[in-house]
């Protein structure tokens, strides 16, 4: 909610729209053009943190007490507000963001969809009974919400990640604290706003804005903090979840390094359809997005052409226009960071296209670079093997499907993975051999969906629950046995 003449927006604290203590706003600025304030947010406290935990932690017994079927109603009331005004909050997130708007409009509509599905799915949550000797005894299981939620989610998508960890954490019963990434708060303050709106009881969704440094430590490490759902870096997401106590349940999704395979027999325009939609939508900054590509030398050189004939075509620009195929970098430190990596490929590896930070007329006023495509680039690289989180794309060459898992599976990421090729005994393979969680044969390694589960292996994920779908459900509840006697 915000002061209109200000352009000011608000935390969202126990059922109000409040100022920080500290009487301090942060700016967020459309990185396609720097001279557009978005608005500015709330610099929040440790002291407004601990109200928002508090009042959380406060709401919880009688949340979790409030019919199902009116959590539901709450829910879908909030996806009716999202859906109402999609036109104008997609406006907004691509000006925050910088994404296309039509990638604005399907987030912002997924996002509904998202609480529609837990709407339903949280109704069919249910326990077990067990078989056992004693007639005069009922032995079952109920699920029950954990308390107070922490979510804190990253500005690519600054509303369906939300979405997807905050519709099952309140169907299922629990509270909840929600931060967004100060780079992109304004679409996720529309979804507090659809909260509100939709009626929901106070405390029991709390918004706060604001740097981790001041308000991390806050909401996640108090002991009433029982359930801490987290996207980001794999450095923060570490961070977190050594720093909080025993009893916190962390479900933490964090960084990739995502391959697409290449086989001899691969239908090339397929292939660099794939790479390119993989590589380069959100303009490189999916965290499942293609980041190496792992080719048969057979076919590389060709593949290579079609590859980088299709990258030139490309056009940059404002995500706000119409026939733009990437838009800005989200922030000046993903310009720089991108920058940084470019550097580095250009003197490890061959440029094939691309390369270069794009200047002159508007480009001067935002993060603009153009999609690049290294080739000759080996294993033990750095961009071979660190996440860029940009429109660059590591091209290896490899002599067998056994290499190309070898080295696909050689970083300390696996988070999503593709494969293209219709030669059935490696699609059978496949998922077997690769270490990803999310595992495609002839599609983008980008995309998951909403009634499915999702997540990482090894560093791209914690090693306990998988977001999404159903499993959703589970991180935010926990089994309790209860044996019933006469
Ligand atoms: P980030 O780690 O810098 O920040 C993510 C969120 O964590 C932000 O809200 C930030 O303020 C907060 N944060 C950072 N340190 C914290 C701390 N100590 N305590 C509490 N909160 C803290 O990441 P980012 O730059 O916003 O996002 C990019 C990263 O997110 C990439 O590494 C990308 O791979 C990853 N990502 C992963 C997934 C996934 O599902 N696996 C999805 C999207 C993005």
Redesign the pocket.
Known sequence: MSNAATNEYRNYIDGEWCASASGAVFENRNPADTTDLVGTFQASTAEDAERAVAAASNAFEEWKRTPISQRAKILNAAADYLEANVDRFADELTREEGKLLSASKGEVRRSAQTLRFYAVEGQTLCGETFPQDDGKMIVYTQREPLGVATV??????PIS?PARKIAPALITGNTVVF?????APMIACRLAEAFDHAGIPKGVFNFITG??GKI??P??EPPVVRAIS????????E??HRSVPLTTRTQM????KNPLIVMEDADLDKAVTLTVNGGFSLTGQA?TGTSRVLVMKGVKEQYLEKLAARVEQLSVGNGLKEGIDLGPLASEKQLENVLGYIAVGKQEARLVCGGERLTGGDFDKGYYVQPTVFTDVTRDMRIARE?I?GPVIAVMEVDSYEQAIAIANDVPYG?SASLVTNDFRYIQRFPLDIEAGTVKVNRTTTGNLVNAP?G?VKK??TSTFRESGRAGLDFFTQTKTVYLGT
């Open positions: 804190i989610t990253p500005w690519n998508f990640i931060k967004p990434s100060s780079e740097g981790s991390g430590a909401i996640t987290f996207t980001g870096s794999t450095a923060a997401g961070h977190i999704e964090l960084g990739g965290c996440e989180f988070l999702f990482g791209s994920s």
